[in-house]
């Protein structure tokens, strides 16, 4: 049995985790040096502590609280140690009939109470951080200012004061805990000042409580890392927001768990420290002096100096969350976006191996039927069209188009997906099996780098599926624009030279820079928008994104590698219709190229691309910046694609209401004309077809003034 117990009872914020975490990862040397730390978990001590107080937490009272004092209490009756150590911040709060509870306990032992103790200002910043993560959203200074009673403080924030002074109120903890224990048993720790070392609280605690301090293990022990003052007025915005949104175990493990303590922890510049408002700064401190004497007064031994109690008139001065910028406010969220990108990977793969696990464990429940429904199987709208069998018909024509992007293709080809089993009725088959079968057929035809094992062949069986279709075939995706002359011969060989009629979508390039540039920000690109242009218009393709941007934008090049060998009345042209035009006209100039009835199809099925608008993309490419080389070694393939592409992008950004329509700058527009009117020049010297007007390409002028996306605020972001 112990000789004495310790029981450490706060206050919070003052080290106790840190202390609590050198106790847990030593409690296997402390153990054999005749001290018991009874703990089996972590949240032993916390349970313990509701159960004494007869507390609930977040309005919820766990009934495996009940009894975890008592049991805790005979685990340090029935060691072989002489020194036992409980310890709870939590415990500050306990009432007078709790504490006589706790002390009475132990009747057999000598018990000591110590606190952990730190100066007001830093007190109240810390107690307010601590809501903020908790889904509050009142700002600092009404909180300090509704602790402390003085004008200005709401009601919120005078009821979260009630709650603050009971756990940080160092006269009242004092002598709730002090009318139970003798004087020289209640025992005070000062925390070390700002820029003190960590191992400084350890070692104070080690002395009072008689424990040899080289038995702990400070150097794993894990401190409470605190947020800066603009991730704390991220977090309270987002409480004030959004916090109503999701459950509170959602809000715990995601928000608090995830984004406070661990993504946005994980930074390097996070911002300026929290610190007291200024103008509270003289209440703080002449409140803080009065308990300073009290305590004096009262006689408690102290490990450490009393004066460390008095707030620093520097951190009195420091950045309280109403001076913080917006622009730190938006790096901040900047930060947590792409720190939750990062934690993705790592959480995807454990999910995966959990949802392997459950899948095997379900196959083996499962006897005899084997009809398991495959995962990740995109719905087929209708049956597979019925394919002749091999060489039994003489196949039809074949409309390949191959791009540009941001032409409206994505529009056009799910229209066509999902009226797939209407339009082989029709006579027209859509060679899609699968809805990424074009995409596939694309990589696999250019061998490019996103190719795999799972592509390789997908070219070969879509063009074999149109020689066994006696109508017309339709195969459509923007990816087959940059393919070499070496790459095209062999496409139009697998068709068959005679059967292929090629089309291109092509819009304006005024309007095209704008979309290219999102673009290239969703595949992880963290250019500007000027550094985009002058890559595309000054570099042209020698540019590290005009390489791109021109092999499948310059329509007289593409036409040039994909034409060259057709008749050009087999060589369509389709034009983008001007701003303001009906928008199913696209549609109407595609559909009669390829021999489709236009008003045969619903086009409300198809998913609109919907545009990103100035700081949308410029928030994005922030959070792209912020990823920087990590995202190769953080996010396995694909993972950037489906969180960052489509998940933040498309789906959230992009649902964002009032976004702001940018285009190019009006000193690029001449620059941009005179591309246009060349590329106009070289389509009609080819004679294709043109469904459209040429004259659509060439832009009227810089239209009206709009924002230039590299103005964008931190203001704006936030």
Known sequence: MADRVYLHV??????????????????????????????????????ATMD????????????????TWDRLVRTVHEADAGTGIISSELLAAADVDAVERAVRSFPDHEVHVVLTVRDLARQLASGWQEQVKHRVSVPLDDFVAGCMGLPGGSDRARRLGERFWPLHDL???????????????????TVPGVGGPVELLWERFAEVTGLDPELGRTDTARPNTSLTAPEAELLRRYNAEHAGDVSQQHYDRVVRALLSEQVLAAGDDRGPALALPATFAEEVTARARATVQ?????????????????????????????????????????????????????????LKARQQGAAERTEKAVVGNGALPAAGMRPVPGPPVELAEPGSVEPGPVYLHVGAPKTGTTFLQDVMWYHR????????????????????????????????????????????????????????????????????????????????????????????????WQEATKHGRALSFEEYLADVLDRGPDGVVGRWFWSVHDPVDVLARWAADLPPE??????????????????????????????????????????????????LRHVNARLGGRRGEVLERGQYERYVKELLAQDVLAARPGKTRYLPPPERFDQVRGEAERIVEGLRATGCQVAGDLAELVPAGPGEPSRHPDDTTGADLA
């Open 52 to 67: 004494l107080r007869g507390s609930s937490w977040g309005g919820r009272r766990n009934p495996d609280w009940d009894g």
């Open 570 to 619: 087999r060589v369509h042209v389709v034009t983008l219709p001007a701003v303001g035009a009906d928008p199913a006209l696209l549609w109407k100039r595609f559909a009669r190229v390829v021999g489709i009835d236009p008003g045969a199809v619903d086009l409300s099925v198809a998913r609109p691309n919907i545009s990103l608008g100035a700081e949308e993309v410029t928030f």
């Open 171 to 189: 006269t009242d903890v004092t002598a709730r805990w002090g009318s139970h224990v003798a004087t020289e048993h209640l025992h005070l720790v």
């Open 421 to 516: 089993n209407p339009l082989a009725e029709s006579g027209v088959l859509f060679a899609r099996r699968r809805y990424g079968d074009h995409y596939r057929a694309s990589i696999d035809l250019r061998d490019a780098p996103a190719k795999t094992r799972k592509i390789e062949g997908t070219w070969d069986r879509v063009a074999a599926d149109t020689t066994r279709w006696a109508g017309t075939s339709v195969i459509s995706h923007e990816l087959f624009a940059p393919a070499s002359e070496g790459q095209v011969a062999r496409a139009l060989d697998a068709l068959g030279r005679d059967r292929v009629h090629l089309v291109y979508t092509v819009r304006d390039m005024w309007r095209l820079l704008g979309a290219e």
């Open 294 to 350: 009290e305590l004096a007064d009262r006689g408690y031994p102290v490990s450490g100096d009393l004066d460390d109690l008095i707030p620093d008139p520097d951190r009195t001065r420091s950045v309280g969350t109403d001076s913080v910028a917006e622009d730190q406010v938006a790096e901040v969220g900047v930060r947590a976006v792409a720190g939750f990108v990062a934690e993705l990977g790592p959480l995807t793969r454990r």
């Open 10 to 47: 706060g206050v919070p914020k003052t080290g106790t985790t840190f202390v609590q975490d050198v106790l847990w990862r030593s409690r296997g040397p402390l153990a054999r040096n005749g001290v018991c730390y009874p703990l089996r978990r972590r949240t032993e001590h916390f349970a």
